[in-house]
């Protein structure tokens, strides 16, 4: 299975300011798709980016970016211009190609500081 | 379009009940998938239905269970429950084709006692 690896349990940054959450994944496909989820307090589960991988151009939704490099495996989140609702958990998740299941990082408390 | 609905949204049991939640999936979206979210594990997949039929399972005991309606509407349930099976669980949806993303609801907290 594949497996995906958020190594950064909590982060922190000033509001205005940016910040980047990290995220690396195994997998021996060639095909996939990447996301990023964000989880406020709310509890709800929100779609903030997705990237596939046959795409070489980096995904960018507003203020959200990914930084994907897909010969090292790795998926990164950057967010500018840091605001205060942009406070959550984060999750990166895999999806191959081929299959139908996604596989969840552990995820990234991100607190931003007014 | 209304967005994935989950119910209810809090539960409180006695260990040893049983217990089953509800899912309603955008309209449109054939596969829901369950998840099982608690602090010290992360989110953690239970199953996925695609079509009234269990396409995925995860690494849970036969204590959990689900199916799928003819109108994608899905239900979990756990029997004999245990303190442990404290979490909060998410459904989510998705259409068909491998870019769809998951479509969360906003969880059911179900609190073991």
């Known amino acids: 299975a594949q497996t995906v690896t958020q190594s950064q349990p909590e982060m922190s940054v000033q509001e205005a300011e940016t910040v980047t959450l990290s995220c690396t994944y195994d997998t021996s496909e060639s095909d996939y798709y990447l996301f990023w989820y964000k989880q406020p307090p709310s509890r709800q589960m929100i779609l903030v980016i997705r990237?596939?991988?046959?795409?070489?151009q980096n995904a960018t939704e507003n203020r959200f970016s990914v930084n994907f490099q897909k010969a090292a495996k790795s998926f990164s989140l950057k967010i500018s211009d840091s605001q205060l609702g942009d406070a959550a958990m984060y999750f990166c998740a895999y999806r191959s190609a081929a299959g139908n299941q996604f596989y969840f990082g552990t995820g990234t408390s991100l607190t931003v500081i007014p | 379009k209304a967005g994935v609905t989950q119910t209810p949204r809090y539960l409180i049991k006695t260990r040893g009940q049983q217990v089953t939640l509800s899912c309603s999936p955008i309209?449109?979206?054939?596969?829901v998938s369950w998840y099982q979210q608690t602090p010290g594990q992360g989110l953690q997949f239970l199953f996925e239905?695609?079509?009234?039929?269990?396409?995925n399972k995860g690494n849970f005991p036969g204590r959990f269970s689900g199916r799928q309606f003819s109108n994608s509407r899905s239900e979990m349930n756990v029997s004999t429950l245990e303190l442990g099976d404290s979490a909060l669980y998410l459904c989510a949806s998705s259409a068909t084709g491998g870019a769809s993303p998951l479509h969360f609801g906003n969880g059911t907290r179900l609190t073991v006692t």
């Open positions: 239905y695609f079509s009234e039929t269990q396409r």
């Open positions: 309209s449109g979206h054939r596969s």
């Open positions: 990237q596939e991988a046959y795409k070489q």
